[in-house]
């Protein structure tokens, strides 16, 4: 499990709930449709994976930070803190441990081959990727579709900022929920985002924040309400931000790119390469992109989902995902109680004593039901 190595910061959230000033007409928003297709990104062959030859020890090294499912940018920094930038296809024998997941994602330290041709002035120059380096940590989910496949949203982050919104559209406890336990299973650590404040009236946001607030008092989740439009609670974001990599997910319309606008003081949707090539919409948001943040550290912008099925976690593990009913699941009569069936399970006596939050239990059955027996 993670080490948390955030700063708790209690109460942060009613505070916030307190200093925000009222005046916010509901606005209009554009909801775009971003799909949820998850391209499943395979060498033409998957058996020219090679988990061990190490030929592309020479080759220089870089970090993913652009993917369009096509073809990736990727960052080679130089010492004095210069950067050059490639458009990079994998190699068709590519060195990777990773069998069955996204072959290349935003996040992933590469090696890197430079192809030989002149460089245009108006392209990037092109280079293959020769080695994905072991993923450290990682956002993933089952790919939506027909494939059994290990979407790697995004790599070698730190941080997930679950972000939610209250109206358009509103926030979904069994969203975040799923979400809490990728977090866990990918070695990261989680924090909440609340965006869009000013759409609610005061009244109305106590109601939300007694709502939300056990992320804060039972898992001890950093908890920010913030709106991007006002400005509310950015400077919160920012602190928790400062020095971490961290990977902003959440559905469509939930503020994501505008969040990302604000803390960089620049529009994102405008293109950063041009992709003269392909001439195809490298830069849309339907692409997961890294971008180094002004006060250190690396914020990465994902397209928004619409499914996020929980990946690589069994039944019996599922509990440990779920801090506050492991805690209580102690007092089980059956060690490998699944807290569904079972006499004398302490998990479904808690919830109806209401010391577990039984909106936290509907989400693990929901869960526990997804996955396979
Ligand atoms: N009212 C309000 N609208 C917002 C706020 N932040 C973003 N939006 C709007 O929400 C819509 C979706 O934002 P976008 O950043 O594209 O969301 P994404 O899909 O998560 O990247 C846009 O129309 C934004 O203008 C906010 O704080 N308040
Ligand atoms: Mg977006
Ligand atoms: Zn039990």
């Known amino acids: 499990m993670a080490k948390r190595n955030y700063k708790m910061k209690q109460g942060s959230a009613r505070r916030a709930a307190k200093s925000w000033s009222k005046g ?11 799909p949820a297709r998850a391209v499943p990104i395979k060498p033409r062959s998957k058996d020219l994976r090679q988990p061990d030859r190490d030929d592309a020890l020479d080759a ?10 096509r073809a990736w940018i990727v960052e080679l920094a130089a010492d004095d803190g210069t950067a050059t930038y490639y458009e990079c296809t994998p190699s068709r024998t590519i060195v990777t441990a990773e069998e069955g997941a996204t072959l290349v994602a935003v996040g992933d330290k590469v090696s890197i081959r430079p192809d030989d041709d002149p460089v245009e002035s108006d392209r990037l120059p092109t280079a293959i990727i020769a080695k994905v380096h072991p993923r450290i940590s990682r956002l993933s989910r089952k790919t939506a579709g027909r494939y059994d496949e290990e979407h790697v949203i ?7 900022v ?6 358009s559209p509103w926030y979904n406890k069994r969203l975040i929920d799923r979400y809490l336990v990728a977090a866990h299973r990918g070695e990261l650590d989680p924090i909440l985002v609340v965006n869009k404040v000013d759409l609610v009236a005061e009244e109305d946001l106590e109601l939300i924040v007694e709502d939300l607030i056990g992320y804060e008092d039972s898992l001890g989740l ?4 913030v709106s991007q439009l006002e400005g509310i609670g950015l400077e919160e974001l920012r602190e928790a931000l400062a020095g971490h990599t961290s990977v902003f997910s959440g559905p469509s319309g939930v503020g994501k790119s505008s969040l990302i606008n604000k803390l960089l003081g620049r529009d994102i949707q405008e293109t950063r390469f041009i992709n003269q090539r392909t001439n195809k919409g490298m830069h849309t948001t339907t692409f997961s992109r890294m971008f180094r943040l002004p006060d250190g550290g690396f914020v990465v912008d994902t397209p928004g989902i619409r499914e996020f099925g929980v990946w690589d976690v069994t039944r019996a593990e599922l509990p440990l995902c779920f801090p506050d009913l492991s805690e209580v699941a102690e007092g089980c009569r059956f060690n490998s109680c699944s807290h569904t069936h079972e006499p004398d399970c302490a998990v479904k006596a808690a919830v109806e004593a209401e010391e577990l939050d039984p909106e936290r239990y509907v989400s693990y059955l929901q869960i526990f039901e997804s996955l396979p027996e």
């Open 24 to 34: 916010g007409a509901y606005r209009d928003v554009d909801d775009e449709f971003v």
């Open 60 to 69: 220089p090294e870089g970090r993913v930070v652009d993917s369009s499912g």
């Open 154 to 160: 995004a790599s070698n982050v730190d941080q997930l």
């Open 162 to 167: 679950v972000l939610a919104s209250v109206g």
């Open 222 to 225: 950093p908890l920010l309400f």
